[in-house]
């Protein structure tokens, strides 16, 4: 009958509202502990998304600029085809129409070395994408483990205030040093 504030408390409730009230130092110190452990394991997270998403924009360029390469030199070998025509129809022909080929030809050549230009340019564009991309994922899997050491950190904080053992707070620190040098590590692109 909540209605005549009428409550029955159980012995879960009770234990929990003395444990608030109760000034258990070792329990605030490491929910304290705890609350900035997932702050610093979100901070790294974020981290890991982003670079992870950089990773695929990089790679998704350089297959861009691969099939940008692809296509110029699928047009150098229709040039190459259409010059080795024109220099059939030199053997073939005399004179004026002969001179008409013989300037194709030069023309073709002309047009293959600009289209062979543009092809290598893409080239090399996609492998600095590629380079790019391999970086940012090495990035990312910094992060991802900076992140599963302070989920790993949070855990044991967990197990810390279950089995109340001082040697498992320090277990926990350590692990999330560990996580705070990997993360260290990856800011410095290491």
């Given at each position: 009958m909540s209605g005549d504030h009428f409550h029955v408390h159980g012995p879960h409730d009770h234990a929990v509202e003395h444990a608030s009230h109760g000034g258990?130092?070792?329990?605030?110190?490491?929910?304290?502990?705890?609350?900035?452990?997932?702050?610093?394991?979100?901070?790294?997270?974020?981290?890991?998304?982003?670079?992870q998403n950089d990773a695929l924009m990089h790679k998704n360029e350089a297959a861009i600029k691969k099939t940008e390469a692809s296509d110029q030199w699928g047009h150098y070998q229709s040039k190459s085809a259409k010059q080795n025509l024109a220099e059939l129809a030199v053997s073939l022909t005399r004179d004026e129409i002969q001179a008409r080929y013989r300037a194709e030809i030069e023309r073709y050549k002309t047009e293959k070395e600009d289209i062979r230009g543009r092809a290598e340019k893409l080239e090399a564009e996609a492998s600095e994408a590629e380079q790019r991309s391999e970086h940012a994922m090495?990035?990312?899997?910094?992060?991802?483990?900076?992140?599963?050491?302070?989920?790993?950190?949070?855990?044991?904080?967990a197990i810390t205030l279950l089995t109340r053992?001082?040697?498992?707070?320090?277990?926990?620190?350590?692990?999330?040093?560990?996580?705070?040098?990997?993360?260290?590590?990856?800011?410095?692109?290491v």
């Open positions: 258990d130092n070792f329990a605030s110190r490491i929910a304290a502990m705890t609350a900035i452990l997932a702050t610093l394991g979100a901070l790294f997270s974020y981290e890991g998304g982003a670079t090495h990035e990312h899997h910094r992060w991802a483990q900076a992140m599963t050491a302070m989920q790993v950190a949070i855990s044991l904080a053992r001082k040697w498992m707070q320090w277990t926990s620190l350590g692990v999330a040093g560990a996580g705070c040098a990997i993360a260290i590590a990856a800011l410095l692109h």
